[in-house]
Structure formats: C-alpha cells, structure tokens
C-alpha cells in the first residue's frame, strides 16, 4: 500500500485542555486514501480525543487539521445510535429517506438501503426492526448508514468489544470491501491481534502524543505493547500451575439445564482452580452463570463445598458465598452516580443483616484496605464512580465482589474494554484471589485471556458442553475449534 | 452524601439545591423588604411554616419514591382518605384519639406498601399507572364512604396536633422537625437508605448484589403512605373536622418541591435536605404574595411556573452532569 497519493486527512502537533488535565500534547495522524489505519493506545492515552477533534467534535487548542477538499468523516463508535424499533431501512436512511412529491416513497428508500448494505456483503430484510439484529449486524447497519452519507473517511471506535470471533471475521470482510471503494478507515482496538489481522497502518498514542507510526509489517505485537505502555510488561501468567489438591470442589454441578439456553452441563470447579469457559456468543455461557447466581430457576443439582443448594435470588447465592461479576459494568455493575465505597460495599452488605447502622469509621477502614490492595486510582472513597477511568471500574466491580468472600468467584467477560495495563492488574488479582483458595470460573470470548488464566477450559456449542481441555491441551486453535461446533 | 470531610467549595458545586436555596433567600429578602413586619413577624413566621407542615411531610416522603425513580400520585387521596380513617376510628367507633391517630398513619403505611408498594415492586407494574389508579381509587371511597360530607372531630389531642404548642412552637412545626429528622437520617445512615439509592441509581445492579428490589420499592411506598397519613392527620387537626375535598393540589406540589430540591426525576440521585428547601420555597413564595393580596389563583399560576421551572432546573442538572461525565471520561479513558 505504499502509494504517493496526497493524505485524505493530516493532524500534526494537536493540542488540547480540559481544565487542568492536558489530554492531548502534540498527537500527529497521517491518513492515506483507502487504508485501514490503526489507532492504538491505552486509555486515558487521548485517542476518543483525538478522533473527536478529527471528526469535528472538538476544537484543538493548538496545532493543524487537514482535511482534504470534501472528504466527510463518519464515526461509528462504541455506544450504538440505531433506533431499536426502527426498520433498517429507516435506520440506515433517516432524515435523508426517498421522498416523491413530499411523501415518503417506501419501496425506493427500502431499495436503497438494501444496495448500501449488498455493498458491505450483508444481506438482510430492511424491512425489519434493529432491535432483532446480531449486535455485529447492528454495528454493520451503523457503518451503511455512515456510509450512505457518503464519508471518504470512517472511524471504528472500538468496533469489535462486544463482538464474537465469527462476529469480527464478517465485520472485517465489510471493512475491507469499503476500502475497494476508496475509503480510508481509521481502527481503533485494544486488542492487537486485530490490528495484525485487518490493518496497514498503526499509529500508537501515549500519554497524549503519538510516539509511533508505520507499517503494520514492520511492527509485532510485542513492540506495539512497550510503545503504548512505555516500558515492557511482565505479563502475569498461571504457568506456576497451582498444585494440585483432592480436596472437595467448591462447585460440583450436574445435568444443569435451562429451557432455550442450555442442557445436560456438568461443571466441576476445584479450591484454588481458575477454569475458563470458551464458547460463541449464544453458546450459553452468560445464562449459566446467571442460573449459578440464582437469576433463572434451572434444572439439575448444585452442590457447593459439598452441601446440596437450590438459589431463589443473587441474594441466596451471595450467602452461599457465590460472586458474579457481570460483563456489562455500567448495566449490571455498579451505580455509576454513588460513591466508590457505597458501590464496594453494595454486595458485601447483603451478607450482614438489615436493621443494623453501618459503621463509617469501620468502612472507611475496610474501604481504604480494597481500595490500595487493588490499587484502584480515585480522588477519594467518596468519589462517584463515574469520575473513575473504565480500568478502574472494573477494579472497583472486581473488588466488590472480592469483598463478599467468596467461595466461587465467576466472571462474565472480565476485561472488556479495558486497556492492557489494568488487563494485566485484573489478571494478578484472580491469580491472587486462586492462591487463596477461591475457586474461580471465568466466561470469555478472548481465547488468550482463558490461556492465560485458567487451569482448564470448557468449551461450550449451542448449550452444552463439548470440550473439557486441560491447561497443557488447549490451543487457540482447539478452542475455536470445538466452540465452532466442529468436534 | 459522600465523605464528610469536604471542602465548602465542594459542597457548594456538588449539592443539586443550592440554585434553589440561593432564590429563596432572594425572596425572602425581597419580601422582607417590601412588606416588612408584616413579613417577618414572628407571627407570620410560624403560620407560614405551619401552613407549609401538611406539604413538607408529604414531601419528606415522596422523597423516597422519587429516589427510587418513581412518583406517588395517590398521596393528596391519600391525605383526605386517612383525614375520613380518623374521623371514623375516633368519632364513628369512639376508639380513644391516641389510639385513632396511631392506628391511621399505620392504616396509611398498610395501604402504601400493600397497595402501591406491591403493584409497583413486586407485579412491577409502571408507578405512573399504579398511582394514578389509587389516586382515583382513594379519592371515589373517599366520596362513598363519607358521602362527601365533612365530619367534625372534637378532640383535644388532635386539635393539639393542628393548634397546640410546646416551648412556644405549635406541634405542627415540632412534627416537620422530627420527620425530616428521621428521613434524613434513614437515608443517610441506615443500608435501607443505601438501598434505596441503589436501586434508583441502576436497578439491575442493585438486584445482582442481592439487595430485595421489591421489598425495598414496597417499604418506600409504605413510608410514602405513613407520611400521607400523618399528613392528613395535621390536616384533621388543623381543620377541626375531616373534609372529603381536601389533598386534590398535594400532589403536584410535593413533586415539585422534591424536584426543585435537586431530586433527580430518574432516582438515585437527592435527598431530604433539598426537599426542605423547596418546600420552604413554595411556602414562602405564596405566604409572600398573600401578604401583597394577591389572588390564590395567580398563586395558583405562580406554582404552575415553579412546578415547570423545578423540572428545568432537573434537566439542566441533568445535561450539566452528562456534560461532566462526558468531560471526564475525554479526559480520563479510552
């Protein structure tokens, strides 16, 4: 891809304030006509900034913006902006719908919008509500509609975070088709397997400034990582295996089912056993782990440390010494507008019992001890938890939960849309809580992440378990395997 | 209601009523200005907190229901439908007045919880249908059982409740005392009040760390009710009588003081103390132009314009934060 053509788009030196903190000091972005170029970056690193200011959302305070004559910029980000209960078509076409003689002509906007998503490969009824869509279609309608307005210039923010492996595979295959048409993409991910997979170009932000740009070839993932971090990362890893123990398992279930979900699972989670559970979106893993915290009446027999248990409610299952740290922090998590310390406590406080008054000078005791053994980075106790940084929630989610001691610590997607950095403090902090003796079952769809961590992995298709896969047998390759259906 | 050990500064930008409170001084002061001692009499003081008694104890508790995101339309019913209890418990069945006045604010709290409560926490069903539907429940027995006739109580305990005083304040003052006194404390010291919080603030979190989302929605509706019915309690002592015709404004004017006192229409965020305030403002604003002679129905208007102006005060909070959780998060993440 190493052509002369002028940039579609030139930022150089851009700078930008936010009251006292000094967001962006000087972040350079060179984009070329038709290609895919990567942003990388931790958080907090200026990269939403910078794609603001380039999309026009923001003004810079200092530094130059070229944009080349008539190049419209679209951003499709993170958070969706279809209308649920809107067609596809009407999505794709709002405010800009076919019109004859002042009314609306249906069949031609629905035409319309159909050719914009033939266009990305998609073939889909227009004529249905967003609301059924895959999340991964969604996120491809979002891309039609930017289209349709006829941007040369498109930016992903974080495409992928909530998407699947098969998912990523098909919004890639669209990505590309659009560059066949001249559009030049800007990618922004954290996870660098796909900024090997789908991009040319990687430029790398740290701390405001871009300290890197160039040719995908010329980089591995490796030197991508110490740039953004700035030093090298030692990644914590479970390879000092646990030893290995006959005591009894924490959680010993069978023949588990729940009607649409899943059917016939046995899962078994020993003291001081990290065990990964793998499979597609669909697969089954959220409703198990939900059916496990008492969300959803299932079949079959749980039996915790060896005593038989039936849970009604999160409130059962918090006494019997179960955690679930959900996937989606700020729908499930936490009460993002109360205070760091109200939301660790939240959980903990369901233990003890009602009619009792808390004691402040206790808390703040306990509070501060979390807050430093997690090192979670807020102003204050009673900081509201939206002033903290998304790595930082998750900590606060994460200790919340640790502060009910459990005895089964299950996690549902417990690094999505976190940086490497605080990926690498949550993963000490299981391993911590493994050495402890809490047995843990993690839900993820990043097969690194189950490599990583666990001491075995269970594979789950269509709600049932199809692999059950040692630390020493499972690859990338197996996993995606069996969680394809293919055994 | 984060750590005590803040800055003024802090307090001054973080409390969602200082708007408000900064107007009533306004008015307060202008008032005081141009009517003088009529104003400021000792006299008008305390008729215009007691006038405001019925009001802020409804308010106290609709705090509540507004902080878990919900509304109770049926507390103005509610207030004329305990005022009939009373009357019928102590004149109908000549029960002893103590006895009477007890057993009414807990009838209130049975109904609040058992009714409202349960509709709205356990069958989830919308608050805005559930009260709206008692609120026109209440008020038709009302109607039938006291075949819209006024009862007359003679009773010196609960004449004492409307008229009668103690170190020179009438009990309807020393009653918005201890209500507020104990809602505040509730809400600030107690893992009730936490729970209330959280379930207004983001209800599936609430639920997923094991906090009972319904019983914590039924015993806020039954503190809705307890707080109705003590209302209507002052109101039947201040009366002399239990009127069927009474309640019909108090519920519109309970919401706006709890939201002009800085409580989030959409829960999770407020208090008592900014309810206080906008009490205290609507109070003072129609003991004020009453003073000047001006009509109920332009003070009628004039609340009108305060419910709408609480509502923008809300909103503009409510862009304000967003602004600022938008701000913090270009500043700190991703």
Redesign the interface.
């Known amino acids: 891809m190493q052509q002369a053509a002028a940039p579609v788009l030139r930022a150089e030196g851009v700078h930008k304030r936010?009251?006292g903190?000094h967001?962006l000091r000087g972040a350079d972005l060179v984009v070329l006509p038709g290609e895919i170029h990567a942003l990388v970056g931790e958080?907090?690193s200026g990269?939403?900034?910078l794609l603001?200011i380039v999309g026009g959302q923001?003004l810079p305070d200092d530094g130059r913006l070229d944009i080349a004559e008539g190049n419209r910029i679209a951003t499709v980000s993170q958070e969706t902006s279809l209308v649920p209960d809107l067609s596809i078509a009407e999505n794709i076409l709002l405010g800009r719908q076919v019109r004859r003689r002042g009314v609306i002509d249906w069949r031609a906007t629905r035409r319309l919008a159909a050719r914009r998503l033939e266009r990305l490969g998609l073939d889909l009824d227009v004529a249905q509500p967003v609301r059924r869509l895959r999340p991964d279609q969604a996120q491809m309608v979002e891309i039609a509609r930017a289209l349709s307005a006829d941007a040369r210039i498109l930016i992903l923010d974080?495409p992928t975070s909530s998407l699947t492996d098969d998912e990523v595979a098909s919004l890639f295959a669209s990505v590309r088709r659009v560059r066949e048409d001249g559009v030049a993409t800007i990618f922004v991910s954290h996870r660098l397997n796909e900024v090997f997979a789908l991009c040319e170009t990687v430029t790398t932000l740290r701390d405001g400034r871009t300290v890197g740009s160039g040719p995908v070839d010329e980089t591995t993932p490796d030197d991508l990582v110490e740039l953004m971090v700035g030093r090298l990362l030692d990644r914590p890893s479970a390879a000092a295996a646990r030893r290995e123990t006959s005591a009894e398992p924490v959680l010993r279930a069978r023949g588990l089912g729940l009607p649409g979900a899943f059917d016939g699972v046995d899962l078994d989670v020993g003291p001081g056993e990290i065990v990964g559970l793998a499979g597609l979106v669909g697969a089954g893993r959220t409703e198990l782990l939900e059916s496990l915290?008492g969300?959803h009446r299932l079949q079959g027999r749980i039996e915790l440390a060896g005593a038989p248990v039936v849970h009604r409610?999160?409130?059962d299952?918090?006494?019997a010494g179960v955690a679930?740290v959900?996937a989606d922090r700020k729908?499930?998590?936490?009460?993002?507008?109360?205070?760091v310390?109200?939301n660790l406590l939240?959980?903990a406080?369901?233990?003890?019992r009602?009619l009792?008054?808390?004691s402040?000078a206790r808390e703040r005791v306990v509070v501060g001890g979390v807050i430093e053994r997690l090192r979670i980075r807020a102003h204050?106790?009673?900081?509201?938890v939206?002033?903290?940084?998304?790595?930082n929630q998750q900590k606060v989610l994460l200790g919340?939960w640790l502060q009910t001691g459990p005895k089964l610590l299950m996690l549902d997607e417990p690094t999505r849309g976190v940086d490497v950095g605080a990926k690498g403090e949550i993963y000490k902090l299981l391993l911590d809580a493994r050495r402890h003796g809490i047995g843990i079952l993690v839900s993820s769809s990043e097969a690194p992440e189950l490599l990583t961590l666990c001491d075995r992995i269970v594979v789950m298709f269509r709600g049932r378990v199809c692999a059950n896969l040692t630390r020493d047998e499972a690859t990338e390759s197996e996993i995606a395997r069996f969680a394809g259906g293919h055994a | 209601m984060s750590s005590p050990g803040r800055t003024f500064a802090a307090w001054a930008t973080s409390s969602r009523y200082t708007a408000v409170l900064a107007l009533l001084v306004l008015i307060t002061g202008y008032f005081a200005a141009t009517e003088g001692a009529k104003f400021v009499s000792h006299a008008n003081l305390e008729n215009l907190l007691a006038s405001v008694s019925i009001l802020w104890v409804v308010s106290m508790g609709m705090t509540f229901a507004v902080l878990t995101g919900g509304i109770d339309l049926s507390v103005g019913a509610m207030v004329a439908l305990s005022g009939l209890v009373l009357a019928k418990l102590f004149a109908g069945l000549g029960l002893p007045a103590l006895v009477a006045v007890v057993l009414t604010v807990l009838i209130g709290a049975l109904l609040g919880g058992g009714v409202n409560g349960m509709l709205i926490g356990r069958a989830q069903l919308s608050f805005f249908v559930v009260t709206l539907g008692t609120a026109s429940l209440f008020q038709g027995l009302v109607s039938i059982w006291s075949q819209t006739k006024t009862t007359y109580i003679t009773s010196s305990l609960i004449d004492g409740i409307g008229f009668g005083d103690a170190l020179g304040i009438v009990t309807p003052i020393w009653i918005m005392i201890g209500v507020f006194l104990a809602a505040f404390a509730v809400l600030r010291w107690t893992y009730f009040g936490r729970d209330v919080y959280a379930v207004g603030g983001n209800v599936d979190a609430a639920r997923l760390s094991g906090i009972d989302v319904a019983r914590t929605i039924i015993a806020v509706y039954a503190i809705v009710g307890f707080c109705a019915a003590l209302a209507g309690v002052i109101q039947a002592g201040r009366l002399g009588a239990s009127s069927p015709i009474v309640g019909a404004d108090i519920p519109l004017a309970a919401a706006a003081a709890v939201l002009l006192g800085g409580t989030s229409f959409l829960g999770g965020i407020g208090g008592v103390t900014g309810t206080a305030v906008g009490v205290l403002f609507i109070g003072t604003l129609q003991n004020g132009l009453a003073i000047r002679g001006v009509s109920s129905f332009w003070q009628q208007v004039v609340t009108g314009v305060i419910l709408i102006f609480a509502v923008g005060i809300d909103r503009l909070q409510q862009s304000s934060a967003g602004f600022r959780i938008r701000r913090v998060r270009e500043e700190g993440s991703v």
Do not use: C, W
Not at chain 1, 331 to 339: C, H, K
Not at chain 1, 349 to 352: A, E, I, P, V
């Open positions: 936010f009251g903190v967001a958080n907090g990269k939403s900034t603001k923001l974080e915290f969300l409610s999160p409130a299952a918090i006494r679930l959900p729908r499930d998590g936490l009460v993002l507008g109360r205070s310390r109200e939240m959980a406080q369901s233990r003890l009602r009792r008054v808390p402040a204050s106790q009673g900081s509201a939206t002033t903290l940084s998304g790595g919340k």
